[in-house]
């Protein structure tokens, strides 16, 4: 993937999404931040107490879809 300028978009650790994605994307509940977890594959939102999945490098935002998490 490129960005705008042609040079290749930097990708998290993990490499399954994308940063400059991951900067605009926000919570379709409480339209807060979100937390990327490499790990389980998953976008936080620590307000709503949800955890969106990322399905082959595309996340799921639909709170129906999201799991709920505790702290």
């Not at 040079?7 to 650790?13: N, V």
């Not at 926000?26 to 307000?47: H, M, N, Q």
């Amino acid at each position: 993937m490129t960005d705008e300028t042609g040079k290749p978009r930097k990708k998290t650790e993990a490499g399954s999404i994308d940063l400059k994605l991951l900067e605009i994307l926000v919570c379709p509940v409480t339209r807060g931040p979100l937390e990327y977890d490499a790990a389980a594959g998953e976008l936080i939102s620590r307000k709503a107490g949800l955890a969106y999945p990322i399905r082959n490098g595309i996340p799921i935002m639909l709170e129906d879809e999201a799991r709920a998490i505790e702290d």
